[in-house]
T-cell receptor, first 114, second 111 residues
């Protein structure tokens, strides 16, 4: 079955440490997205990519970096410059243009600073 | 920027009742989508309505869209305890740009 896989499910980061969240899809989708979700808040866009080797900043890109070396993979690095990284991170993918099925989401990674 | 705003923020109903959630947005859209999120999980796409459509149905879901008022509603009929989740509206400004999500409505269906 096609889908989108995020790993790990839980991640703990020490102060000053960079961590990388994995996102892999086998849906042959061109576009991939990273969103951040805080308690009681909606989803805020961090980065997105519509083609390999290209990506765009979203509303809250500061302190984050991404790469898109393969169509299937869109890892997110939370750098030490991100001052408040504790949140739930969601990766999604879609066709371009979007079809009636909208976005397919992964099951998320919960990042906690310790 | 968050374009969609859901109302109410939280809703608690008895099993078998209908649940209505509303979404307002600010700018023109290509389509509007509704998603469901169970606690601690990813979002699941429920339904998409295009800007030239006024109403869509899918099983127990009914979505309306009023572009003149920049608003949409999601109706879940004959709710079940398993419908307990957060529901988000998301707007697509152009069909080729990232979705903008609202803050969601938390629905609790009590058996």
């Amino acid at each position: 079955d096609g889908g989108i896989t995020q790993s790990p499910k839980y991640l703990f980061r020490k102060e000053g440490q960079n961590v990388t969240l994995s996102c892999e899809q086998n849906l042959n989708h061109d576009a991939m997205y990273w969103y951040r979700q805080d308690p009681g808040q909606g989803l805020r866009l961090i980065y997105y990519s519509q083609i390999v080797n290209d990506f765009q900043k979203g509303d809250i890109a500061e302190g984050y970096s991404v790469s898109r070396e393969k169509k299937e993979s869109f890892p997110l690095t939370v750098t030490s410059a991100q001052k408040n990284p504790t949140a739930f991170y969601l990766c999604a993918s879609s066709t371009i243009p979007q079809g009636r099925k909208g976005y397919t989401f992964g099951s998320g990674t919960r990042l906690t600073v310790v | 920027s968050q374009q969609g705003e859901e109302d109410p923020q939280a809703l608690s109903i008895q099993e078998g009742e209908n649940a209505t959630m509303n979404c307002s947005y600010k700018t023109s859209i290509n389509n509007l989508q509704w998603y469901r999120q169970n606690s601690g999980r990813g979002l699941v796409h429920l339904i998409l309505i295009r800007s030239n459509e006024r109403e869509k149905h899918s099983g127990r879901l009914r979505v309306t869209l009023d572009t003149s008022k920049k608003s949409s509603s999601l109706l879940i009929t004959a709710s079940r305890a398993a419908d307990t989740a957060s529901y988000f509206c998301a707007t697509d400004p152009s069909g080729n740009t990232p979705l903008v999500f609202g803050k969601g409505t938390r629905l609790s269906v009590i058996a």
